[in-house]
């Protein structure tokens, strides 16, 4: 079989870099760029284009497995890709209480775009990576086992790192310090490769622990530390997809103002770390702060394609 053309799918990149007038940034001489990561592709947005684009090369068409919570973006965009390019996809979803149940708008859109849904229940889901657990998950594939290309849990592999360092070089010269929403660490990984000025990750789950998960997807993909990043932990507001009313009256405020709709799990938890440390005084007057907008808000149950 033949590596997909992802080119055939026009994504739009680089994406664009916008700067956006706010008080909050302007009165402390910043300015607040937003990279539009979320425009690179209306099914495959952001950073899962990035992340995804080498690992569909790498499978040359075979079907592709992954893994995600009832909610991943990685496994709505593995799914459209799937569905735009031809190749079978396996998404193994953490949560067999799930199962026989009616889908969510997001796993429904995974369902729609022809993935194959396999619940499991959350120790085998933490388990996912051993040999004997990931041999029986591949059995209720389709394929032989051996034909199937397995894509790690928000799609964090050393191409992903390798697909994400694109970013930052597409940003250099375009701002002085570039800042990041974080899962597992690999957009992170991948950005300040690339990027030659320092870059800040906030982390959205709490537990302090991606420091150690970024060091080793650089290591995998390059053998080694690359580039000035750090993380600021204080913004997850009590951790992955956990809000506060101040957080979510802050994203309906900012997208209002600037006219786009603010994705809450990820860019909202960005957008209102940079505010906090715009307000610190953590940037020299004259920064230019690119915030990267790695993904739109997820389909609703009524929204169309
Ligand atoms: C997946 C995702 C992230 C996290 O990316 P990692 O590489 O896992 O850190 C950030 N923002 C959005 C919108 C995402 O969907």
């Known amino acids: 079989m033949n590596a997909p053309d992802l080119e055939r799918l026009r994504p739009r990149l680089p994406s664009p870099l916008e700067p956006v007038e706010d008080e909050r940034f302007a009165r402390h001489g910043l300015t607040l760029l937003l990279k539009r990561d979320d425009l690179i592709h209306p099914d ?52 067999d209480e799930l199962a026989g149940r009616p ?8 369902a729609a775009d022809g993935m194959r849904l396999l619940f499991v229940d959350r120790a085998a889901y933490r388990a996912k990576h051993e040999p004997a657990v990931l041999a029986g998950l591949l059995e209720r594939a389709p394929g032989a086992p051996g034909d199937v290309y397995v894509v790690p849990e928000g799609g964090s592999n050393a191409l992903a790192v390798e697909g994400c360092a694109e970013l930052g070089r597409e ?24 990027f030659p000025g320092p870059v800040l990750g906030v982390p959205v789950l709490r537990g302090g622990f991606l420091g150690g998960e970024v060091r080793a997807l650089q290591e995998a993909a390059f053998g080694g530390p690359r580039g000035d990043w750090r993380l600021d932990e204080r913004f997850h507001c009590g951790g992955y997809a956990r809000t506060t009313p101040e957080l979510d009256a802050f994203a309906d ?18 957008l209102h770390g940079l505010v906090t440390l715009a307000e610190e005084g953590a940037f020299a007057p004259g920064t230019r702060i690119a915030a990267v907008v790695t993904g739109s808000p997820e389909p609703q149950a009524d929204s169309s394609r």
């Open 44 to 95: 495959l947005p952001g950073n899962k284009w990035r992340k995804l684009a080498l690992n569909l090369r790498a499978a040359e068409g075979r079907p592709v497995l992954t893994f995600g919570g009832a909610y991943s973006n990685h496994l709505r965009a593995t799914a459209a890709a799937g569905r735009l390019l031809g190749f079978p996809t396996i998404g193994v979803v953490r949560g």
């Open 253 to 270: 405020a900012f997208g209002a103002r600037h006219g786009l709709a603010i994705e809450r799990l990820y860019v909202a938890k960005l």
């Open 103 to 110: 889908l969510n708008p997001s796993l429904a859109r995974c």
């Open 171 to 194: 940003l250099a010269g375009g701002a002085d310090v570039a800042a990041v929403a974080c899962g597992t660490g690999g957009t992170l990984a991948g950005l300040a490769a690339g």
